[in-house]
Every structure is written in structure tokens, then in C-alpha cells.
Nanobody, 117 residues
């Protein structure tokens, strides 16, 4: 089974930027939906950005224009470029890959992003 490992989290000031990486241990060709979710303390996990089957993307309204999801299939890696970060972006960010939307798929262990005001 494919394993996902996130990296790139850290502490950043408001207005700053970070790029998260999610490296898969194997091919992600069967994972038609690859993306990033986040979970803040006391809140439910939410979708941040995702590649859909066919190559389209979805972004949460709260990150549109600030975050960009990209992928390098040759490196089995998905990225999340985050700019103009806000304190409300503070959360644990998880990478997820799934063959179908109604399948829970594979989750990484998460990487902490903390944005200070």
C-alpha cells in the first residue's frame, strides 16, 4: 500500500509563505484524488486543496488566491504552496490520496503549520 509522508511545516509570521510536500512511497497513478486537508484544534478536518480525477482542482474558499496545489508525478510528490498566511491557517496539514471520493484512501501523518500574528 502506498504511504504518504508530509514535510515542510513550521512556524511563520502572518503574511509569510510555506511550501508543503507530500511524497508517496509508490506510484500515485491509481490515486485519482490527491490533496491536502487540515485540522485546527477543536475543529473538524477540512479540505484545503485537491486534484480531482481528470486533473481539475478544488480549493477551499478560505485559501483561494493564496494557496496553490501542484504535483510532480515523476517524483510521486504533491505540493501545497501557501502564501499570505493568516493565523487562522494554523492547523495540522494532512496529505490524502484516494482512488474514489467515497473511499477514505491513504493519509499521511500530518505536518504542523503555525502562523503567528
Amino acid at each position: 500500500q502506498v504511504q504518504l509522508v508530509e514535510s515542510g511545516g513550521g512556524l511563520v509570521q502572518a503574511g509569510g509563505s510555506l511550501t508543503l510536500s507530500c511524497v508517496a512511497s509508490g506510484s500515485i497513478s491509481s490515486l485519482n484524488y490527491m490533496g491536502w486537508y487540515r485540522q485546527a484544534p477543536g475543529k473538524q478536518r477540512e479540505l484545503v486543496a485537491r486534484f480531482n480525477s481528470g486533473g481539475t482542482t478544488n480549493y477551499a474558499d478560505s485559501v483561494k488566491g493564496r494557496f496553490t496545489i501542484s504535483r510532480d508525478n515523476a517524483k510521486n510528490t504533491v505540493y501545497l504552496q501557501m502564501s499570505s498566511l493568516k493565523p487562522e491557517d494554523t492547523a495540522v496539514y494532512f496529505c490524502n490520496g484516494r482512488p474514489y471520493l467515497n473511499n477514505n484512501g491513504v493519509w499521511g501523518q500530518g505536518t504542523q503549520v503555525t502562523v503567528s500574528s
